[in-house]
């Protein structure tokens, strides 16, 4: 079963850090996709975080993210990681990895598979 399991979420506060994974399953090579990290906190829409594509592993970032945010790649282990640096409390959300082959990385509509989300929650 083709299926991305993400983990690392939990609760810290304004201006701690946390380390997301995303790891794929036997039946999806990570590295032959891009991987999109998304977040939706509640009552709004799910918002596109941050991006690593495929081949050249070149990346993206929401403007909200860029400085603190560095998404990455282990291909060993067929995992991305998404580190987060500085966290703030508008951070919180559920946080969700997703791989495909996107024209417009921050699209949800642009990716095939997703995980199941995990949660960050920055509070004091």
């Known amino acids: 079963q083709v299926q991305l399991v993400e983990s690392g979420g939990g609760l810290v506060q304004p201006g701690d850090s946390l380390r997301l994974s995303c790891v794929g399953s036997?039946?999806?090579?990570?590295?032959?996709?891009?991987i999109g990290w998304f977040r939706q906190a509640p009552g709004k829409g799910r918002e596109g975080v941050s991006f690593?594509?495929?081949?050249?592993?070149?990346?993206k970032y929401a403007n909200s993210v860029k400085g603190r945010f560095t998404v990455s790649r282990d291909n060993a282990k067929n995992t991305v990681y998404l580190q987060m640096d500085s966290l703030r409390p508008e951070d919180t959300a559920v946080y969700y990895c997703a791989a495909g082959h996107p024209t417009m990385w921050a699209i949800m509509q642009e990716y095939d598979t997703w995980g199941q989300g995990t949660q960050v929650t920055v509070s004091s």
């Open positions: 690593i594509h495929p081949s050249d592993e070149s990346t």
């Open positions: 036997s039946e999806i090579t990570l590295a032959y996709y891009g």
